[in-house]
């Protein structure tokens, strides 16, 4: 760019600040921050630059891209999935914990335990093709609406991280999620809400078969967990899935822990956030003693550790990419 | 283009044949089978185009894109870790299988059966970082020579293949590897040889775990075999890693056989190629019989499942990258 160029792009900023990266972000410190390591990676002159190869970010799905109260997406999808099977076939809600799910009662699903969790959700994907699953969860995203919003859940998605990820991609960062919900559910709707297509998205696996449905071969889905994709498994899981450290990460809750610390103890420029829930009126305010996005260890090291955390109500101008930037009643 | 470019290169194209994609391949059926099918996928205005999204295609690694006799290559860097290990402290030869690796006694070493291998492979990578192995192994493959031919072991890759790949992405595919060989091994050197990175990996895979070492977190390679990508395992080890159905598969063995099959079960235009070992003087002959890179059930069924077996005596011009395009004795 020539000089008077550069001046013209400078004198020019302020009158369209908004159309700048970051719209839905406030202007302030946090957005510095990233504007600047993106910056500074993407400087080839500068001592910080980073290959577009090693420009891996990493985000954590619930509570970090979208919203997870007040359960996690994927479990109401795991509820009408059992209600749609016992309607089909009523021997199907033949356990406690089948019956508990058919009738919603949240508590009784939950008295079952982890092991409880783990036969329903098996329960409600064994015997399906990951293609036919997939296209299952499509069609639940596409009709299913949240219960306190009335929105689409895909419309609770948050427009400041799809800004950030296309900001980061547009600076030739790969984007990838890393998530304990399960991977195919995911893939049902990644690529349109996100930008992020099947082969990056990683999560929590369960058991799998290679077997012949109606003379087709057909990977089926199983009974069963292979591969919990949280806490200590998040860094296990991208040194699987990409064979490399990332040099940004983002989460919201303790479950992302280890991944933001092993991201950010690597050399060179490296990127911990922190999402942080504070705001009660536009989305939920929680932390340290949520049942779901449990953060408090992460809040505590983050100054020590040179994480940033993401105040939504101070940094974000809106909240979501769909019901007018917060919930539709307001 | 006009016309009269568009002539002036068809002209041309008899005078340079070999600078066209695909140069180490023989002209024949095999090779116009393959160029005609990444024209179908990529001509817009015809019913067998597949968006650039969907065009995956997968490659087995041993046998497949370099050689695999008179073992596996990984093999013999698992020997030679052994041997270093026990230089570095004789007590790590406590067993059977270890002192067996230590001197070079494959016989001793298949006594041990399954067993003994995942004891060698877990004794040989436990307690080195993920990234520390990738070193280790890259170190190795730059120093390390073929017993029998002397050639480093990434000059035995096929260049045929290695073009076929570069014609693959060219025309908007994405190219990964898929094979029983360990993923970290394989990482050390699937980008140089291949163009294949990191990412795009897909392998067995050891356990691991997330640890502090000299205060650093990493994560660790340990005992124990998690995954086998291998026979059932690989359509399996795509759907989790890739998420999507290939559309074109390639392997040399019986090991790919289910690979094939569920990769050209699907809907559209599909591509099955089976790399045959027919050359005795340039590379190795093998198939029916062979310990390694067995192939019977394939080869028996590639004309009614439509696969492509590709003949290397026969269509290869040129075998490996090094080596004067064979054997160097020659």
């Given at each position: ?9 400078f ?11 970051l719209?839905s ?7 510095t ?10 400087d ?21 891209l ?15 999935r ?14 406690d ?11 009784g ?8 969790l ?7 994907s ?33 427009r ?10 547009a ?30 998205v990683?999560?929590?696996l ?34 699987r ?25 690597g ?10 829930h ?5 989305e939920?305010a ?12 992460g ?32």
């Amino acid at each position: 760019m020539t000089k008077w160029l550069v001046g013209l792009v400078f004198l020019a900023a302020p009158l369209w600040a908004q159309d700048g990266p970051l719209p839905s972000w406030n202007d302030g410190a946090t957005k510095t921050a990233i504007l600047a390591f993106v910056a500074d990676v993407t400087d080839e002159g500068a001592g910080t630059f980073v290959p577009p190869d090693d420009r891996i970010a990493v985000f954590d799905n619930d509570g970090t891209l979208w919203s997870e109260q007040p359960v996690y997406f994927q479990f109401m999808f795991v509820l009408d999935r059992a209600r749609a099977l016992a309607a089909a076939d009523p021997a199907w809600a033949s356990t406690d914990v089948r019956r508990a799910a058919v009738a919603g009662d949240v508590k009784g699903i939950l008295a079952g335990g982890e092991a409880g969790l783990v036969e329903l959700l098996g329960a409600t994907s064994a015997g399906l093709s990951v293609e036919d699953f997939t296209a299952e969860a499509a069609a639940w995203m596409a009709a299913a609406r949240h219960p306190t919003t009335g929105l689409p859940f895909d419309a609770m998605t948050f427009r400041p991280m799809i800004e950030l990820l296309d900001h980061l991609r547009a600076n030739g960062f790969q984007t990838y999620i890393v998530s304990g919900g399960g991977i195919d559910f995911m893939r049902a709707y990644a690529e349109p809400a996100y930008g992020i297509p099947p082969q990056n998205v990683i999560g929590s696996l369960g058991n799998a078969n290679f077997a012949f449905v109606d003379g087709e071969p057909q990977v089926m889905k199983d009974a069963g967990i292979a591969f919990i994709d949280d806490k200590e498994g998040k860094p296990i899981g991208i040194a699987r899935s990409i064979g490399k450290r990332p040099i940004l990460a983002a989460g919201n809750s303790d479950g992302d822990y280890q991944m933001l610390q092993w991201t950010t103890a690597g050399e060179g420029p490296r990127m911990g956030i922190l999402i942080h829930h504070t705001d009660a009126l536009r989305e939920w305010a929680y932390d340290r003693d949520s049942h779901v996005g449990r953060l408090a260890r992460g809040l505590e090291d983050a100054p020590a550790m040179g994480w940033l955390v993401v105040d939504m109500a101070a940094d974000w101008a809106v909240i979501w990419t769909g019901g007018a930037g917060g919930r539709p009643a307001q």
